[in-house]
C-alpha cells in the first residue's frame, strides 16, 4: 500500500515504505508542519471579477493554503474569491493587503457553507477557521477578533475605552473634522457630560475641576449662540433708553420740558429743551440691572434741532450709584461729553455718537439707585448750534457679566 497525504500535504508513509528516504521525507513534513504553525506566505490575488484558488502540495512545501498566516496582495480591479479544498480543517491570520476598493471573500471552492469577506474599504487583518465540517457544505468562520491597526479603518462594536488619547480631531463618517480639540498645558478644568434617567430634566454639561469654573461657547466673528432657531441671551454690551418723558428738569437751571407738534395727528415730539446760552440740565434716576458688571458705561444722545443752524450742540453725562440706606445728597461723578451737529432742518431726529467710558461715582453695588444729570455745555466755545437743543432721550450702553438678573 503506498503512502497517503492529509488535506495540508503532510505525506503519511506506510510501515516498511520509502527505505532509505524516510530521514528525507520526514524532514519535508516536519518543515510543512512548521508552515502549518506558523508559517507566513504572501498570495498574489491581483486581476478583475474571479477567484484565486490556493491548492494542495502533497509532500512539498510552499503551498499557501499550508500556512498559518496569508497576506493576499496584489491590484484588484473587482470583487476577488480565495478558496480552499472541501476537506482542509484549520485557522489562519489572513490580512487583506490589496489594492483597490473591491471585496475580497475567503470560501471552501464549493457547497454553501458560510465564509468570510472583506469589505471593499477593509484592508485589516482577521483570524478566520476552516471548520470542514461538512462533506459537500462546509463552513468557514471568522473568529471576531481582527486586529485595530494604525492606518487600518476598523469599526469597533461593543468596546470600552479607558482614557483613550485623542489627537487633534474627531473625523465624521465621511472624514471630515466633527470635532476639533486642542491641548492646555497642565490642564486642569475639562467638561464633563451625564446622560439622565427617564422623568428627568435632560443630559447635563458640566465644567469640572477647580471650583467656581464656568464653561466658554464662542461663536465665530459674528456668529451667534442658538438653542434650536432662536438666539441665547449671553454676558454682553446691553443698552437702556430714557426718554425725555422719563427725566426731570433740575430744580436749578432746569432744561424746559416741551411738546413739539410736527404737523397734526402725526408724531409729536416730547422733549427737554437745552438753551443755547446759558448751562441747563435734566435728571433721571434707576436701579441698574444686577446683571451690570458694575464697571463704567457709555451714552448716546438722541434730539432735534429748533431750528435750521448747522452749528455743534455738546451734551454731557454724569451719574452717581446711592446704596441702601445710603444719602441722596451726593456729587455726581466725572462727566463724559459728546458732540453732535445740527442738519440744517428743523424737526430731524439725530443721533450722536457713542461717548467714552464714564465712570459712575459713588462705588456701584448691586440694587444701588443710579443717578444721572445730562446737560449742555453751552458756555464751551465750540458749542455753535443757536437754538435750543431738543434732547429726545439717552441710550445707556452698559457691560453684563451674568445670563440674566436672578
Do not use: C
Request: net charge negative.
Amino acid at each position: 500500500m503506498g503512502s497517503n497525504y492529509t488535506p495540508l500535504g503532510v505525506q503519511l508513509m506506510t510501515t516498511g515504505e520509502k527505505a532509505g528516504t524516510w530521514g528525507t521525507l520526514t524532514n519535508t513534513n516536519w518543515d510543512i508542519m512548521e508552515q502549518i504553525s506558523g508559517g507566513y506566505k504572501e498570495q498574489d490575488i491581483a486581476g478583475g471579477a474571479g477567484a484565486t484558488t490556493l491548492s494542495v502540495s502533497d509532500g512539498s512545501t510552499g503551498a499557501t493554503l499550508a500556512h498559518r498566516i496569508i497576506k493576499l496582495t496584489g491590484s484588484i480591479t473587482g470583487n476577488r474569491t480565495v478558496t480552499i479544498p472541501l476537506d482542509v480543517q484549520t485557522f489562519y491570520i489572513v490580512t487583506n493587503g490589496s489594492s483597490g476598493a473591491y471585496t475580497v471573500e475567503f470560501k471552501y471552492v464549493s457547497g454553501s457553507g458560510s465564509s468570510v469577506t472583506w469589505a471593499t474599504t477593509d484592508k485589516g487583518t482577521k483570524i478566520i477557521y476552516a471548520a470542514a465540517d461538512d462533506g459537500t457544505n462546509p463552513n468557514i468562520i471568522d473568529v471576531g477578533m481582527g486586529t485595530v491597526t494604525l492606518t487600518g479603518t476598523e469599526t469597533l462594536t461593543n468596546k470600552t475605552l479607558t482614557s483613550p488619547k485623542i489627537g487633534t480631531a474627531i473625523l465624521d463618517t465621511g472624514g471630515n473634522e466633527l470635532i476639533k480639540l486642542t491641548a492646555t498645558g497642565s490642564a486642569v478644568n475639562e467638561l464633563t457630560i451625564a446622560n439622565a434617567a427617564s422623568g428627568v430634566t435632560g443630559p447635563v454639561i458640566s465644567a469640572t475641576g477647580e471650583t467656581n469654573v464656568g464653561i466658554n461657547i464662542n461663536p465665530a466673528g459674528s456668529g451667534v449662540l442658538k438653542s434650536g432657531s432662536a438666539a441665547i441671551k449671553i454676558a454682553g454690551t446691553e443698552t437702556i433708553f430714557v426718554p425725555s418723558s422719563a427725566m426731570y428738569g433740575s430744580t436749578t437751571n432746569g432744561a424746559d420740558p416741551q411738546q413739539v407738534e410736527t404737523t397734526a395727528t402725526r408724531p409729536d415730539l416730547k422733549v427737554l429743551d437745552f438753551d443755547a446760552g446759558t448751562a441747563e440740565y435734566a435728571q433721571f434716576a434707576i436701579a441698574m440691572p444686577k446683571s451690570w458688571n458694575l464697571g463704567t458705561v457709555t451714552f448716546q444722545y438722541f434730539w432735534a434741532p429748533s431750528n435750521t443752524n448747522t452749528g455743534n450742540v455738546i451734551m454731557g453725562l454724569q451719574g452717581v450709584s446711592v446704596t441702601n440706606d445710603g444719602t441722596a445728597d451726593v456729587v455726581f461723578g466725572t462727566a463724559q461729553e459728546v458732540t453732535d451737529a445740527g442738519t440744517g432742518a428743523v424737526e430731524d431726529v439725530l443721533v450722536s455718537s457713542v461717548s467714552s467710558a464714564m465712570t459712575i461715582a459713588g462705588s456701584p453695588a448691586d440694587d444701588d439707585y443710579t443717578f444721572f444729570q445730562v446737560y449742555r455745555d453751552a458756555a464751551d466755545g465750540s458749542d455753535t448750534f443757536t437754538g435750543d437743543a431738543r434732547l429726545l432721550g439717552i441710550k445707556l450702553f452698559y457691560t453684563t457679566d451674568a445670563a440674566n438678573d436672578a
